[in-house]
């Protein structure tokens, strides 16, 4: 069955990076749009951007263009996540999700990463 | 941006039936998505399109609506559906969610 697997909670100090992961399985990885989400209590959530694992491209909100670099490792068919100069208001649970292959939506999520942005 | 726009939270009795609306700042056509997301968990997608179940998910839930106006509809209301629901619009980019809206017992 699909899974994707994320990495660990993160406690980061304010101006460094982190960089999430998110392991997948149980389908083709290759073929596949991967994206990434922000949600923060309140509890709204954002679309940061997609990526095709089969050739890297992506597409980023604006919002989060500077912010958020997604890659991707085909050969273990593993997206990621870097966020940069990190700021409290970046502290969030950021969430992996597929993009379906019929239309622009998540049908499968990973569980979620919290990210702590604190000295 | 689309901006959709959700009822912050609805009271229903358990076996009732309950709406939750979406409305979307311009037309989405029918680029529009339900999930349920329950404490401490991902979101879940449950309709797909305005009005497609997604599989596995239980036929009370459904969705309709087209343009501005949409509803995802619960019958009947069971306790496992105590939950946020959100909608999210794919007519343009960037991808944007409504803020849900909290399902509550009475």
């Known amino acids: 069955q699909v899974k994707l697997l994320q990495s660990g909670a993160e406690l980061v100090k304010p101006g460094a990076s982190v960089k999430l992961s998110c392991k997948t399985s149980?389908?083709?990885?290759?073929?596949?749009?991967m994206s990434w989400l922000k949600q923060v209590p309140g509890p709204s959530i954002e679309w940061i951007g997609w990526?095709?694992?089969?050739?890297?491209?992506?597409n980023y909100n604006q919002k989060f263009k500077g912010k958020a670099t997604l890659t991707v490792d085909k050969s273990s068919s593993t997206a990621y996540m870097d966020l940069s100069s990190l700021t409290s208001e970046d502290a969030a649970v950021y969430f992996c999700?597929?993009?379906?292959?019929?239309?622009?939506?998540?049908?499968?999520w990973g569980q979620g990463v919290m990210v702590t942005v604190s000295s | 941006d689309t901006v959709l726009t959700q009822s912050p939270a609805l009271a229903v009795s358990l076996g009732q039936r309950v709406t939750i609306s979406c409305r979307a700042s311009?037309?989405?056509?029918?680029?529009m998505h339900w999930y349920q997301q329950k404490s401490g968990q991902q979101p879940k997608l449950l309709i797909y399109?305005?009005?497609n179940l997604e599989s596995g998910v239980p036929s009370r839930f459904s969705g309709s609506g087209s343009g501005t106006d949409f509803t995802l509809t619960i019958d009947p209301v069971e306790a496992d559906d105590i939950a946020n629901y959100y909608c999210?619009?794919?007519?343009?980019?960037?991808?944007?969610f409504g803020s849900g809206t909290k399902l509550e017992i009475k």
């Open positions: 399109s305005a009005s």
């Open positions: 311009k037309s989405v056509s029918t680029y």
């Open positions: 149980g389908f083709t990885f290759s073929t596949s749009y």
């Open positions: 990526i095709y694992a089969g050739d890297g491209g992506t």
């Open positions: 999700a597929r993009i379906t292959t019929h239309g622009v939506y998540f049908d499968y």
């Open positions: 999210q619009q794919s007519n343009e980019l960037p991808l944007t």
